[in-house]
């Protein structure tokens, strides 16, 4: 009996509570997190010609720029997909709901007030009628906050680089100030 008990006190010790929801972390596997870091690189910087410079060969010297506007600008909205798709991931394969996703009158409704009032989130991109995508919904958008993100990051295996894109594609928590 005692190894019964040891067991249900482990498995409970698993499971946390978010806005009274019970929810159990799971590891993401890797080869998912693979795949999304290989879905966006990171551009190349782009080339200019250093004046005063030539190739041996007489064509114009080339280097790398990393300090270009438009560059710095790809990197982070290539940073900002990248976090998203990893958020998307930890929230579908790392978070479990242990209960039922509520009934629509507890949650919906505002969840399509905000989306009136501020066009996000975009629900038309989601089939609410499909069980798996009203539970993505329920968990992405209502129940888990940006510091629950940086806990589900670390308890479902994400890497820190991961964890802060990710964070970095959130508002900040503190009023009046953006991350």
Not at 26 to 39: C, G, K, N, S, Y
Not at 122 to 148: G, N
């Amino acid at each position: 009996m005692s190894k019964v008990t040891d067991a249900v006190k482990e498995a409970q010790s698993d499971f946390k509570n978010i806005k009274g929801h019970r929810v159990r972390f799971e590891q993401v596997p890797l080869a998912i997190l693979e795949e999304i870091t290989d879905r966006f690189p990171d551009p190349k910087p782009p080339l200019v010609i250093i004046e005063g410079k030539e190739n041996e060969d007489g064509t114009p010297y080339k280097e790398r720029n990393p300090n270009d506007p438009d560059y710095a600008v790809q990197v982070q909205e290539n940073s900002r997909k990248r976090g998203l798709a990893m958020m998307d991931a930890m929230v579908i394969m790392g978070v479990e709901l242990l209960d039922k996703v509520p009934a629509d009158e507890k949650w919906m409704p505002k969840l399509l007030f905000n989306a009136k009032m501020t066009g996000a989130p975009d629900l038309s991109k989601y089939d609410l009628e499909d069980p798996m995508e009203r539970e993505f919904v329920f968990k992405r958008f209502f129940l888990i906050s940006a510091k629950d993100m940086e806990v589900i990051g670390r308890a479902t295996g994400v890497t820190e680089e991961g964890i802060e894109s990710a964070m970095d594609s959130f508002p900040s928590d503190e009023a009046g100030s953006a991350d």
